[in-house]
């Protein structure tokens, strides 16, 4: 309960009743507190897409009457832990004015979307707001990424469609191998011989035989 007026002497000043959560930092009389947001993002998400996500939260700060003083992306980083087979998450920090009831509907639809691995919001009522400088080099960096990104994806969709290309070093190798597994004799198996068979062991013993018995009849 607050006095809107210093009562007079001997008499009670009438009193009125300020309004829940009323501020003297916010225009319209809502209450408005500081907060810092730290959003992790699905990795499989596009680039494109993650980014129209960050750009309707603040949207939707300025339009609840809030300001957004940060948006600082960081990026891809390796998670502590895997989050839903996951083992990074593209991550977003909000520093933003905006009226509690306004942090809580954000924190809802966080919730209710599949896009958001993990999120936590903090007071930051005592950290202060970056400088137009600042303010540039966050934005420089992210159109940095951004064409980064697209770089890496417009690469990604070359190598997938470019048909696999093979040298004639490559084609005179692979029909060398051939040949070489053709000519090669399976294990267990006696080499075939080309030559003409040569008269050895029984064959032999006959003639000698009968050169004997030429010579006895002599």
């Known amino acids: 309960m607050r006095c ?33 947001m730290v959003l992790v993002a699905d990795p499989t998400i596009p680039e494109d897409a993650h980014d129209r996500l960050i750009t309707g939260f603040e949207t939707m700060i300025s339009e609840g009457q809030g300001v957004v003083h940060k948006v600082d992306r960081w990026g ?17 920090v909000l520093l933003f004015d ?7 509907e954000m924190v809802r639809r966080i919730k209710l979307s599949d896009h958001w691995l993990r999120f936590f919001t903090v007071r930051a009522d005592d950290q202060q707001p970056p400088t137009e400088e600042e303010k540039q080099a966050l934005v420089e960096a992210r159109r ?53 068979p040569t008269e050895t062991g029984e064959s032999a013993v006959p003639a000698a035989s009968e050169a004997t018995s030429e010579e006895e009849d002599q």
């Open 4 to 36: 809107s007026a210093r009562p007079a002497a001997g008499r009670a000043a009438p009193t009125t009743l300020a309004p829940a959560g009323a501020g003297a930092n916010s225009p319209g009389g809502t209450s408005m507190r500081r907060y810092e």
């Open 76 to 92: 891809r980083r390796k998670l502590a832990y895997p989050i839903r087979k996951q083992q990074e998450g593209n991550y977003t």
């Open 98 to 104: 905006a009226p509690p009831e306004l942090e809580r």
């Open 144 to 196: 940095e990424h951004l064409r980064r990104a697209a770089e890496r994806a417009a690469q990604a969709r070359a190598e997938a469609t470019a048909p696999v290309a093979t040298s004639p070093a490559a084609d005179g190798q692979a029909a060398d191998a051939a040949s070489e597994t053709v000519a090669t004799p399976v294990a267990g198996q006696a080499p075939v011989s080309t030559e003409a």
